[in-house]
């Protein structure tokens, strides 16, 4: 039986560095006439981030752009991994992080959802048995066997995101995606994220959009420069983080 206390996610004293390269040399010849172009320059993304999301929680990270939110949430998806520290997961996961990830362009919408399901973990029956309910929600109607490369970023966005709300996930990750598209779509979305936050799923999300946080969020997480400023009430925390980014 799943504990409701469970925590879901752990972030334990995570640093994330990156190499930023200056006028880099791109053959032998300019290695050797502007051996001093091949300049870097390392950036501490992430500084000692502590943070436990536990079962059933709908967490916002939020902050301005740089400060780590995006790095954060691809850390927890283990497509990079720290320079120090650890997270561990608990669960089956599923991630919205980049727009089209895992689609390959030449196929078509309902090619694609048999190949981003399955990245997902879910066998050719389980998509066979869902894939009238991904079509229905994604409301793309005859566009679906249509190449992906026709279309346009919402409608990207409309099959990512009903593949992934459809594959059963204990935690979900969501990456910005959502200011994607039109009103009624990113409404619906919304709906559904409630949904699935009601049924006891687990939610961390990067937003710019406050009123999102407030509506839907228990918690929300400000990231500042790399590390966490504030973390707690949503209504508390966005009011702060407005008042000092006005």
Not at 15 to 31: Q, R, V
Not at 114 to 127: P, V
Not at 152 to 167: C, D, E, K, Q, T
């Amino acid at each position: 039986m799943q504990n409701d206390n469970e925590d879901r996610i752990i972030v334990e004293n995570v640093y994330k560095t990156f190499n930023i390269y200056f006028d880099k040399a791109n053959s032998l010849k300019e290695k050797m006439l502007f051996w001093k172009r091949n300049r870097k320059e390392t950036r501490e993304i992430l500084k000692g981030i502590n943070l436990t999301v536990k079962n059933g929680e709908a967490v916002a990270l939020i902050g301005v752009n740089g400060s780590g939110k995006s790095t954060l949430l691809k850390l927890m998806t283990k497509i990079i991994y720290p320079n120090k520290g650890k997270i561990t997961t608990n669960g089956k996961l599923t991630s919205l992080l980049e727009l089209g990830a895992g689609f390959h362009p030449d196929f078509s919408g309902r090619e694609n959802i048999y190949f981003n399901a399955s990245i997902f973990g879910l066998t050719r029956k389980e998509i066979d048995e869902r894939i009238d309910k991904i079509i229905e929600f994604s409301e793309l109607g005859n566009y679906i066997d249509n190449p992906v490369r026709t279309y346009s970023s919402g409608m990207y966005m409309r099959l990512a995101f009903a593949v992934a709300i459809n594959v059963d996930a204990d935690i979900l990750l969501i990456d910005e995606i959502l200011a994607v598209g039109d009103q009624h779509f990113q409404d619906k979305c919304i709906a559904k994220m409630k949904q699935l936050k009601n049924e006891g799923k687990t939610m961390v999300f990067v937003t710019h959009s406050m009123d999102t946080v407030k509506q839907f969020c228990s918690r929300a997480v400000w990231l500042c420069n790399g590390e966490i400023k504030m973390d707690g009430d949503p209504n508390i925390v966005t009011q702060e983080y407005l008042k000092e980014t006005a």
